[in-house]
Every structure is written in structure tokens, then in C-alpha cells.
């Protein structure tokens, strides 16, 4: 065949043995530079390989890239991208925001963290913290929050080898913020503390964790503290409530924080806290605020958040931050002008927290007696016995809180997950209904298959809503523990039971309905300090025949110690009415000594 001018040898072989076969190359052959890339650049790393791979450029005679003739081959007549390609360039500009990169090493599942991350380490001029490390069926992932690191790392793809001689591909990209949800272990707890009390100005009563991933001591030591992980902030919190209490001055700035969820306790833990610096993150609304403004802090830094740009007017910006913290005196490093206040003569108290409001005697007599009945067989083994007080056609219902941005089932309340009706979260009207159990039968057999419990039931706290003399409703707030677990996890719940009255003269249930919560720092520190009365696995109707628990509960009625309602019950022969009424009588004669009152 004659060979056509101006394509050389190899050109006119090539046509010879048909031009059909690269025609949707435009008439040239596949780049196996491009193929060999695509397989994630596997590729050992020899001379012979090289050379033949110089033979092609990526881009055809004509001056052409190959995307753009694709672009023109779906129609494109100007050869340009496809169009979903600004979707990804917003989107990748949106992540960027972040300043987090995801790193990805294809083929790398089949090295050791360790190796892989130590090679990577030694061939980056950047040092960099890997966040998050996991494996998918062949690639491994980590996180960066530097665009820096995510530039070198990219810089250095294919330049290094592995044992084998192969050549590693490093591909980068934006991303959100990751979501890790591993647990510190004690001995990551451990050189935390240790981290945290080097930082620590006894002085000053200041401690410094200001850019805590790249502290050199905890990347020694493999640990990255991320404080938007809860597991790191709570541990952070449980240091500081245990060792420096007195903390005046907390510095978390440079920590990549966006949200302040885990931080809610921190007026808890640091009651003393005066100045705080969350300089140099990525708070992007005021509202955040509100999760520490329990705080009275006099000194704040933001400066660095996307919340100082998103408020323009610095006296809005000063109106929204004051508004959290009254008490502030300087934001910013820049001295606020005083408060305004108003001079009142007279100081204004709130009025005395109240404890439980049951109304009238009676009504509370029979409240609290139902109630320690109740809960001595909710608490035993079998709870069967509860088939006694609810009503044939009565209703129960359960929900937990929905915390933003963690999945519910695998929180610290996940046992009761899937039992939540929780309608914040559900949108689902079928399975709305579905999560409300109807029938007396079906509302035992669904509590008797929820955890195993212990009441404390000092810590309850009893209001009656509405009462009239055929319904009576009242709320019962206080801590239970569950039991089996290893720490034996203190619980907080709400309960709202509905009553009618029943043919021996107690109450029947008609409604039911309980949210449970984790307990605050207060109410596990007050949970069980009395010791707890052992409940009885007797059904309902017997269990006023057991002593120690009808002591319990006329001590509650009463407001006397233990001893003083040991003897009042006593002395009417167990009989909890007729000794709430001789109570009763006495107390308004003014016959009860003030010693029956100290506790």
C-alpha cells in the first residue's frame, strides 16, 4: 500500500490495518499512558515502560484534547466539558471551605497503616496528621484539614515505591468535615492528659490547646485530637472537671471546630471560666453560641470564623455575641463599652424552687402510693404485674432525643432506638401509629421488653396537670439506672401517666407516655445517694406488704426521715391511708416534733 504523505511509516501501518479501529479516537490509538493511570498508576516503575510510554502524548496531532473531542462526540460543537462539570466545580468549591481533604491511595489496602502512613510522611515536605484512616475493598482513606497537605501530598503521586517496586498514586480532593466516631481509648485518654497538663499555666490558671492536631507529642504517639468529635470533647471536659476546676482561661482556637454541641456542659465542668478563644475556626452561625452561653464569660475571641464575615455590622456583631454573654467586657482583643443596667433599690430574687405540686393531700397520697407500686414492679424481673394497672384500652408510648448530626441508634441511648417515636425524626404517618402500643396487652408485653431498670425514687419529682373526679393527670420527672450494663448508665426520664380510677379504689392507666434522656452532670452526682430499696418481684396488688418500700414512700409523702415514718407505720399496722391520715391529724395539731423533720 502505498504510504500517505506527511504520516511516516508508522502512521501509514497503522491506516493499513484499518483506520476503522480507532475511530472514535479520531483515527488514533488508545493512550496507554491514560489506561495505565486510569487502573490507578499500579504500575512498576522500569525504563522499558517509561520509554514506551513516551512514544504518546496525551493529546492528538492537531492540537485537540481528547475531552474535548469527547465533548464534541456528545454534541458539543464547541468541544466543551460536559455540563454537570460546574455542578462538581461548585460543589468542590463549597468542600473547600472546609479545609478538608479527603486522601485517597488506590491499591493501598494492601499495605499497613503504619508503613503507608510513615512512607507518606517521609516523602511529604508538609507534616501532616492522618485523620480518620479506613480501607474500602482496595483503596485506603484519611483525612487532611490543610489545603497545603493536600497540595504536597498531590505533588509527590508516582514519585515514590513501594516494596515491590510499584509506583503510589496519591489522589486528593475536597470534602465536608469527616464524621469519626471511634472512642478514645484510656491509654489515648491518657497522653491527652498528659498533652493537656504541658499546655497547662498554673499561674494563669490558662490552659493552651490551640492547634491540638498538630501538637508533636500526640502525633508521636499516632493520637489526633479532633474536638469536633464528641468522644474527644467530652474527654477534654472529664480532664478538666477532675484536675483544674478552677479554670479561668481556655484557649481551642486553630482546632477546625464548625459545631459546639459537645461543649454544652462546659459551664459544668469549668464553672470559673472567665476567657475562652475560638479564634482561627469554622463557626459559621451566632447560634452556635447558644450551646455554651451558660457560661459568664468576660473575655471571647471569634475572630477567624465565617460568623465574623457573615455579620458586616460590627455593632449587630457585638449586639448578637453580648446577647449570649451579658457579662462580656472584651470580644476580640477590642474593650466592649459597659453593659447598659438599670439601677433597682430593691435586688430582684426568683422566687424558691418548688418540689413536687400534688395539689391536695389526698390526691398525693394516692399518687405517691401508686407510684411506689408501681415502679418496685417495673423494676423487678418480670413486670407482668403491671397488667394490673392499666386500663383494657390504655396507650403507651417512647421517645429519645434527636441529636443533630449523629445517628440516633448509635448513640448512648441506642437500646431504646428503635422503640422511639420521636416525631421530630419520624415523618412516616404509618409508622407513627405503628410505634404507639394499644391494648393493655400489648403496652406490658412492649415494657417488659425494654432494659432491665432501678428506680431512684428520691430524685422523683411529681406535678399534677389536671385532676377531676373521674381522670387525673400528672407528670413524674427523675433517674433511673440500667441495669447489666458494666457502669451501670444513669438515665433521666419524663413520664406522663393518665389515670381513671379503678374498681378497688387505685388508679388504672389509660395513657402512657415516657421520654428518656441522658442525665446531666448534676443529676448523676445526686443519683442514689440514699441506698436504694430492693424491688420486689410480687405482682402490683402485695407489693404495699413490703416494709422497707412503704417506709421509702412515706417518707416522700410526709417530708419525715426514715425512722419517724418507720414508727408512724408501725403503729398502724402497715397500713399506708389510715397512717397518712393520722399523720395528717397531727402534723395540724402541731403534735410531731421538729426532730421527725431532720434528715
Not at 465565617?306 to 448578637?320: A, E, G, H, M, N
Not at 430582684?348 to 414492679?377: E, H, M, N, W
Not at 406522663?496 to 402512657?512: C, K, Q, S, T
Not at 448523676?524 to 430492693?534: L, N, S
Request: proline residues 7%.
Amino acid at each position: 500500500m502505498k504510504k500517505r504523505k506527511g504520516r511516516g511509516p508508522f502512521r501509514a501501518k497503522m491506516y493499513s490495518e484499518g483506520p476503522h479501529k480507532y475511530r472514535n479516537r479520531g483515527g488514533y490509538p488508545p493512550n496507554p499512558r491514560s489506561r495505565l493511570d486510569d487502573e490507578d498508576g499500579d504500575v512498576p516503575m522500569s525504563d522499558a515502560h517509561d520509554s514506551f510510554r513516551l512514544r504518546f502524548t496525551p493529546y492528538g496531532r492537531g492540537g485537540r484534547r481528547r475531552d474535548e473531542r469527547q465533548g464534541r462526540d456528545r454534541g458539543n460543537s464547541h468541544g466543551n466539558a460536559p455540563r454537570d462539570s460546574s455542578h462538581h466545580d461548585r460543589t468542590d468549591a463549597r468542600d473547600e471551605k472546609s479545609g478538608w481533604f479527603k486522601v485517597t491511595i488506590p491499591h493501598g489496602k494492601k499495605y499497613t497503616e503504619e508503613w503507608l502512613v510513615g512512607l507518606l510522611r517521609n516523602a511529604s515536605p508538609i507534616p501532616f496528621a492522618p485523620v480518620g484512616y479506613h480501607c474500602d475493598h482496595t483503596r485506603a482513606h484519611f483525612y487532611v484539614d490543610d489545603s497545603a497537605v493536600a497540595k504536597a501530598l498531590k505533588h509527590i503521586s508516582r514519585t515514590i515505591t513501594d516494596r515491590e517496586n510499584f509506583k503510589i498514586t496519591i489522589l486528593t480532593r475536597p470534602c465536608p468535615p469527616p464524621v469519626v466516631t471511634k472512642d478514645m481509648t484510656d491509654e489515648e485518654i491518657e497522653h491527652f492528659k498528659n498533652c493537656m497538663q504541658k499546655r497547662y499555666d498554673g499561674a494563669q490558671q490558662a490552659m493552651d490547646l490551640s492547634a491540638l492536631l498538630t501538637d508533636p507529642d500526640l502525633i508521636a504517639n499516632n493520637i489526633y485530637i479532633i474536638m469536633n468529635r464528641k468522644s474527644c470533647m467530652q474527654s477534654m471536659l472529664q480532664i478538666i472537671e477532675e484536675n483544674v476546676p478552677e479554670l479561668l482561661s481556655l484557649d481551642l482556637s486553630n482546632n477546625k471546630i464548625y459545631k459546639l454541641d459537645y461543649m454544652s456542659e462546659i459551664h459544668l465542668k469549668a464553672p470559673n471560666l472567665k476567657m475562652l478563644n475560638l479564634s482561627g475556626n469554622i463557626l459559621k452561625s451566632e447560634t452556635e453560641l447558644d450551646k455554651i452561653k451558660g457560661l459568664k464569660l468576660e473575655m471571647l475571641w471569634l475572630d477567624g470564623n465565617p460568623l465574623c464575615t457573615r455579620i458586616k455590622d460590627q455593632r449587630t456583631y457585638i449586639s448578637v455575641i453580648r446577647e449570649r454573654f451579658p457579662k462580656l467586657l472584651r470580644l476580640d482583643g477590642n474593650e466592649l463599652p459597659p453593659p447598659i443596667t438599670f439601677d433597682v433599690e430593691t435586688p430582684t430574687t426568683l422566687p424558691p424552687c418548688k418540689g413536687s405540686y400534688l395539689s391536695t393531700d389526698d390526691i398525693k397520697a394516692l399518687v405517691l402510693r401508686f407510684l411506689q407500686q408501681y415502679y418496685a414492679c417495673y423494676d423487678c424481673e418480670d413486670r407482668q404485674g403491671l397488667l394490673n394497672v392499666y386500663h383494657d384500652e390504655a396507650a403507651c408510648s417512647l421517645s429519645i432525643p434527636n441529636p443533630p448530626g449523629q445517628n440516633p441508634s448509635r448513640s448512648s441511648l441506642g437500646e431504646y432506638f428503635s422503640s422511639s417515636r420521636n416525631v421530630k425524626r419520624l415523618r412516616d404517618p404509618t409508622l407513627r401509629f405503628k410505634l404507639i402500643k394499644h391494648k393493655r396487652l400489648n403496652v406490658v408485653s412492649f415494657l417488659n421488653g425494654l432494659p432491665r431498670t432501678q428506680h431512684d425514687l428520691n430524685s422523683f419529682v411529681v406535678d399534677i396537670n389536671a385532676q377531676s373526679n373521674t381522670l387525673l393527670c400528672f407528670v413524674v420527672n427523675g433517674v433511673f439506672k440500667v441495669e447489666g450494663q458494666s457502669n451501670e448508665t444513669v438515665r433521666a426520664f419524663s413520664r406522663v401517666f393518665i389515670a381513671v380510677p379503678g374498681v378497688d379504689g387505685g388508679l388504672l392507666l389509660v395513657n402512657d407516655e415516657q421520654f428518656i434522656r441522658n442525665a446531666s452532670t448534676e443529676e448523676i452526682r445526686k443519683a442514689f445517694a440514699t441506698p436504694a430499696p430492693t424491688p420486689s418481684s410480687s405482682p402490683v396488688p402485695v407489693l404495699a406488704q413490703v416494709p422497707q418500700e412503704m417506709v421509702q414512700a412515706f417518707t416522700l409523702f410526709s417530708g419525715m426521715n426514715a425512722e419517724w415514718s418507720q414508727k408512724c407505720l408501725q403503729d398502724n399496722g402497715w397500713d399506708f391511708e389510715q397512717s397518712a391520715q393520722i399523720f395528717m391529724k397531727l402534723k395540724t395539731e402541731g403534735k410531731i416534733p421538729s426532730v421527725a423533720f431532720i434528715k
